[in-house]
C-alpha cells in the first residue's frame, strides 16, 4: 500500500543515524511506591531508514549498550548492570528493530516492531511524532522523532523486586520508556 503524505514527508526520504549527543532514550519507574526514579542509556546507536512517499518502507534500528545506564545513582546503575537486572556481562545490548510503520497523520506515526532485552524479544507498538526536520549551522540535515511507551519489565525477565514493611514493593513493574531522537542524514 502506498501512501503518499504531506510534500515535506517525501523530502525526508533518505537513511539516518542517531546522534546520541542529542538524543535521549530513557525510562521511569516508580520507586518505593512513592516516587520515580528516572534514566537514561548514554550509549545508543541506530538508523532510520525514511521513505516518504510509503511509509511502510520505512524502517528503524536501534543498539543500546546496556551497561551505559544512568539513573545520577552509581549504587542503582550497578545494581541496575547486574545479574539482578540486565546482567551486561551476558546480555550488553538491548535492541528494537521495527516490522511495520504506519501513518497516523502528516506528522504521527505507528511504529511495531521487537523489543529485545537479555535476549528476551517481545513486539511492541508505539506512537511516534515527528518534531521536525532541520539543518543545523554545520549542514547537517536532522530529522526529528519523540515517542513513549510502557511496558511490563516482568515480560523481559526484569524480576527482582524486595518487598517494603509497608506493603507493596521497592520497583514497579510498569517502566514508562521515552525517546527524542534526532539524526543526521548520511545519504
Known amino acids: 500500500m502506498t501512501t503518499a503524505l504531506a510534500p515535506q514527508l517525501s523530502e525526508l526520504t533518505g537513511t539516518y543515524t542517531i546522534d546520541p549527543s542529542h538524543s535521549e532514550v530513557g ?3 516508580r ?24 511509509i ?49 497523520s ?16 517481545h513486539e511492541v507498538s508505539f506512537d511516534v511524532e515527528l518534531t521536525g526536520p532541520a539543518v543545523d549551522p554545520f549542514g547537517n ?14 515480560d523481559w525477565g526484569l524480576t527482582w523486586n524486595a518487598a517494603l514493611e509497608t506493603g507493596g514493593v521497592l520497583v514497579s513493574e510498569k517502566v514508562s520508556l521515552h525517546f527524542d531522537v534526532s539524526a543526521i542524514r548520511v545519504n
Not at 520507586?31 to 510509503?54: S, Y
Not at 539513573?71 to 540486565?86: E, K, Q, V
Not at 506515526?109 to 535476549?119: A, E, P, R, Y
Open 27 to 29: 525510562f521511569t519507574a
Open 31 to 54: 520507586h518505593a511506591m512513592v516516587t520515580k526514579v528516572r534514566g537514561t542509556f548514554t550509549d545508543v546507536d541506530g538508523t532510520i531508514h525514511a521513505d516518504g512517499e510509503d
Open 56 to 104: 511502510s518502507r520505512s524502517s528503524v534500528e536501534v543498539t543500546t549498550d546496556a551497561a551505559s545506564v544512568d539513573t545520577r545513582s552509581d549504587d542503582r546503575d550497578g545494581h541496575l548492570r547486574s545479574a539482578d537486572f540486565f546482567d551486561v556481562d551476558t546480555y550488553p545490548h538491548i535492541t528494537f528493530t521495527s516490522r511495520k510503520i504506519e501513518p497516523q
Open 106 to 121: 502528516d506528522s504521527t506515526f505507528s511504529v511495531t516492531g521487537d523489543l529485545t532485552i537479555k535476549d528476551v524479544t
Open 141 to 154: 540535515e536532522r530529522i526529528g522523532f519523540e515517542g513513549e511507551l510502557t511496558v511490563n519489565r516482568k
